[in-house]
């Protein structure tokens, strides 16, 4: 269980945040800035929810942005997702990261791409630890997700996201990302959300429900509405089941 007195929800878009934003009722209040957000309650915990817009620049804005106004004690990223090959997830699916990967950061070469650990160029460096490619995101929070789950009979994936600038629309792409990382979905913020949180000393949790499979890119086998509103609706649950040990 969570103890803390505010929740940071960040989606990119407004479909992934519509449904959040409707659970915090007619009370809530919109605030306008480089950043808008709303402001509202689940329960007895404070909801701060802020659309950052789509990929990395965005979303790491965002996270600072709304960390330095409301200093919570989660933050929690919610979207959609691409599932790799392999993944066993399925379009209306729901995962979990237990670690962000950047996928693009790095240097190409003639013999290779090579990581920023290769290139000795830490994307960012604190009391000796030093994170490369690899953010990790807060074990506990995922744990609860996991068990949430569980209870409940629905099924969660856990695995490592990649986060992208370009997206993977061909099969070969996707099998070769997938292969060089071990992860099972990829996305275009969430590496940028949990390496700010780690900035900030937050905990960080990333649920995101699948709108399509890597493979040749066509939309029209893609469910982006379904996914968005699984993803939204476990964060829902998985608030509402944390006021229950919230402070008042």
Not at 148 to 175: E, H, M, P, Q, Y
Request: hydrophobic share 40%; proline share 2%; glycine share 12%.
């Amino acid at each position: 269980m969570l103890t803390m007195k505010t929740v940071l929800i960040i989606g990119a878009m407004h479909e992934e945040t519509a449904l959040l934003e409707k659970a915090l009722g007619g009370q809530a209040k919109r605030k306008t800035g480089p950043f808008g957000y709303v402001q509202g309650k689940i329960g007895n915990l404070g909801i701060y929810l802020c659309t950052s817009g789509v990929g990395k620049v965005n979303a790491a804005g965002a996270t600072a942005a709304m960390i330095e106004r409301c200093h919570p004690g989660l933050v929690i990223n919610t979207g959609c997702a691409g599932a790799y090959a392999g993944s066993g997830l399925d379009i209306g699916g729901l995962a979990v990261a237990s670690e962000e990967i950047l996928g693009d950061e790095g240097v190409l070469t003639s013999a290779g791409w090579l990581d920023l650990k290769k290139v000795k160029m830490p994307y960012f460096e604190e009391g000796g630890q030093r994170y490369y490619n690899e953010i990790p995101l807060a074990v506990a929070a995922a744990d609860k997700a996991m068990l949430l789950a569980g209870n409940c009979g629905i099924k969660l994936a856990r695995g490592r996201f990649i986060t992208v600038s370009t997206c993977s629309g061909t099969r070969a792409k996707g099998d070769e990302l997938a292969c060089r990382f071990q992860a099972i979905s990829e996305n275009m913020e969430g590496a940028a959300v949990a390496l700010t949180c780690i900035r900030y000393g937050i905990d960080c949790l990333e649920i995101r429900g699948i709108s399509n499979h890597v493979e040749e890119r066509n939309m029209k086998k893609w469910d982006i509405p379904l996914a968005v509103e699984t993803a939204q609706r476990f964060v829902i649950k998985y608030i509402e089941e944390s006021c229950t040990s919230a402070p008042d």
